[in-house]
């Protein structure tokens, strides 16, 4: 309940910024992909635990993270493990260890039936200077309708 309300916060707070300035994150430094666990939405938000790994583009160690995802809006189904890809962008391509662990927020939509498809597209992190940008859709199996906003949570 209290990621629920901190994610709703977090969305309400930075979904205008996410989905109208374009971040200050003009380097990409790397790939992070996601496994994300089933879930069940509830017409009007939903949240989903996660085991990430942050791929360097220009060497340097994996960095594993753990997460959780929120999203307020319309989110109605079940859908089984899926997996998650984003391009990470930042100002710098030279990141600290865990530069990518903060909150995220922005705009989602997603569908299934059988097979489904989906995109995040972030921005937070790191005084909020790290976008996250799909690389791939978003794949699920199950049947599900989701569009709104998300909060995303790295640590």
């Not at 200050?24 to 939405?41: D, F, I, M």
């Not at 993270?65 to 319309?74: D, K, P, Q, S, V």
């Not at 600290?96 to 903060?102: D, E, H, N, V």
Request: glycine share 14%.
């Amino acid at each position: 309940m209290k990621f629920r309300i901190a994610a709703i916060a977090t969305a309400a707070a930075f979904a205008g910024l996410a989905a109208a300035t374009p971040a200050s994150a003009a380097v990409e430094v790397g790939v992070l992909k996601c496994q994300v666990a089933p879930s069940v939405g509830y017409v009007v938000a939903s949240e989903r635990n996660m085991r990430c790994w942050f791929t360097p583009t220009h060497g340097g160690r994996t960095q594993h993270y753990t997460g959780r995802a929120g999203r307020i809006g319309i989110d109605f189904g079940v859908t089984n493990e899926a997996v998650l890809v984003w391009g990470v962008y930042a100002p710098t391509r030279h990141l600290t260890r865990k530069a990518l662990a903060g909150t995220y927020a922005g705009a989602s939509a997603g569908a299934a039936l059988g097979a489904g498809v989906g995109a995040n597209a972030l921005l937070g992190g790191s005084h909020n200077t790290i976008a996250l940008q799909p690389l791939s859709g978003e794949g699920s199996r199950g049947w599900s309708v989701a569009l709104g906003v998300t909060a995303l949570s790295l640590r």
